[in-house]
């Protein structure tokens, strides 16, 4: 069964420019090193600045462990991590 995640970050001011360009070096990593991912994708909001939403889907739970595990995402996720104005919220969903 597809799972799907949708975390909401918020970005600190200075670092919105830095923030993008590093997100999407990792979906690009993401695309062609993960086989299991269906789509991960970011989206800004329209209505708040720095705030932005990501949009993930695996092909099954297996899938998505094997993205939180890769090297490439730990290192990616904790240089992003310094370009928070928070913690993210994150929701993980079955597919119906």
Same mark, same amino acid.
């Given at each position: 069964m597809a799972v799907g995640i949708v975390?909401?970050?918020k970005i600190q001011a200075e670092k919105i420019e830095a923030f993008e360009a590093d997100f999407k070096d990792l979906m690009a990593i993401v695309a062609e090193k993960e086989p &299991?991912?269906?789509y991960y994708d970011l989206h800004r909001s329209r209505d708040e600045a720095g705030s932005y939403v990501v949009m993930e889907q695996y092909v099954d739970q297996a899938a998505l462990d094997l993205h939180g595990k890769s090297d490439e995402f730990k290192a990616k996720s904790a240089?992003? &991590?310094d370009y928070l104005a928070g913690a993210p919220t994150?929701?993980?969903l079955d597919a119906v």
């Open positions: 975390a909401t970050l &299991g991912n269906n240089k992003l &991590g994150v929701t993980i």
